[in-house]
């Protein structure tokens, strides 16, 4: 069993930034895929961003050239670099991590991100 902890949201006005932490409790040795995801009210939680053990990041559009996902192995934690803000932005930010051998996923709590026009 996994927990993940997620932690570094809060209240920004547009055009600022945030840096989101998620750290596992234990170091996952094999092969995985750390993501971060977020759900805005009334809508599906999407992928924002994912990189694998390895190093190899993945964004989607509405992150992409803003966003920066990087990760400690050492310590099994991602980050969100997350710059020029925009209130759109605003959700409930969530990491997981999945295993690629097995497809098991870990869920953290989420936390939230508000972004002020």
């Known amino acids: 069993q996994v927990q993940l902890v997620e932690s570094g949201g809060g209240l920004v006005q547009a055009g600022g930034s945030l840096r989101l932490s998620c750290a596992a409790s234990?170091?996952?040795?094999?092969?995985?895929?750390m993501a971060w995801y977020r759900q805005a009210p009334g809508k599906q939680r999407e992928l924002v961003a994912d990189?694998?053990?390895?190093?190899?990041?993945n964004y989607a559009d509405s992150a992409k050239g803003r966003f920066t996902v990087s990760r400690d192995n050492a310590k099994t934690t991602v980050y969100l670099q997350m710059n020029s803000l925009r209130p759109e932005d605003t959700a409930v930010y969530y990491c997981?991590?999945?295993?690629?051998?097995?497809?098991?996923?870990?869920w953290g709590q989420g936390t939230q991100v508000t972004v002020s026009s």
């Open positions: 997981n991590v999945r295993m690629v051998s097995t497809g098991v996923t870990y």
């Open positions: 234990r170091r996952i040795l094999s092969s995985n895929v």
């Open positions: 990189i694998t053990s390895g190093g190899l990041a």
